[in-house]
Every structure is written in C-alpha cells, then in structure tokens.
C-alpha cells in the first residue's frame, strides 16, 4: 500500500510526483487556495499515483488524480470551489464528490462504447449469411 512521504511537500512537488500534466496545476492551484489546505503528500501509486491535500478545516483531505479532485463534501461545494471551471458528480469515495480537470481522461457513466458487431451480408435468396459467408439456405 503506498504511504504519504514523510515530510509535506509544496503543490507543484507534489502534483510533480504524482505526474499530473501541468496543463492542470493553475486550476489545481486555485481549487486548493479556495479550500483552504495545510500540507500535500504525493503517494507513488504504481497504477494511479496522487497527491494528498490536507484542509485547514478538518473535513475530508482532497485527492488530487490526473484529471479530477475528489474529497469535497458535496456538489455545491465542489461547484463553488472549482468556481465553475469544471463538472461536479459524485466520487466513488463514499460520500464525497469529484471535480474534473480541464486535462483529463474520464468517461461520462452515460457514454457507450462504439457498438462494433459485424453483420454479414444478404444472399440472393434473401437470407443473411454467416459471418463466414455461409448461406443457411443455399449452401
């Protein structure tokens, strides 16, 4: 299980360790100034490395991935914090909702794979062959 490090790193050490593009950290920046936060700690993942940003007010420490920040407490919050710079939905941390990065790689729940089935063609006969070209009827 990855730890926090043992001493508290600035915000650009830690979203540096943590590998978060920069194309995030004015965003970032402004999201933890309007929270209010203490200390940062990067946890080097292997799989999904963040950093951890401790709040000034005791509620849930934020966490700070590649394309989102979750921890705020509810939508209001996370809408008003992010100053309207991103969407808010519901985390799957219990209870706290997540706010996207401009920069980011999530899939709406709503958003469906490309439907990709092969669908063979008809026969003169008008039956529809197998994929393998096959007519049921004919052949």
Known sequence: MATPDQ???????ALGKARIPTENHDFIRRLTDAVGIVDYFAIDSS???YVVAK??????DLHILYGYTTGFV?????VRMAGGGGACRPSSRKGTWYVE?????IRSGTERSRD???QAPFC????QLSLTGVCPSCD
Do not use: F, Q, W, Y
């Not at 509810?74 to 996370?78: A, P, R």
């Open 7 to 13: 001493t508290s790193d600035s915000l650009l050490a």
């Open 116 to 118: 990709i089935r092969r």
């Open 47 to 49: 799989d999904k490395p």
């Open 74 to 78: 509810s939508e209001d919050e996370g």
């Open 101 to 105: 990065h401009p920069v980011n790689n």
């Open 124 to 127: 003169t006969c008008g039956m």
């Open 55 to 60: 709040r000034r007010d005791g509620r849930p």
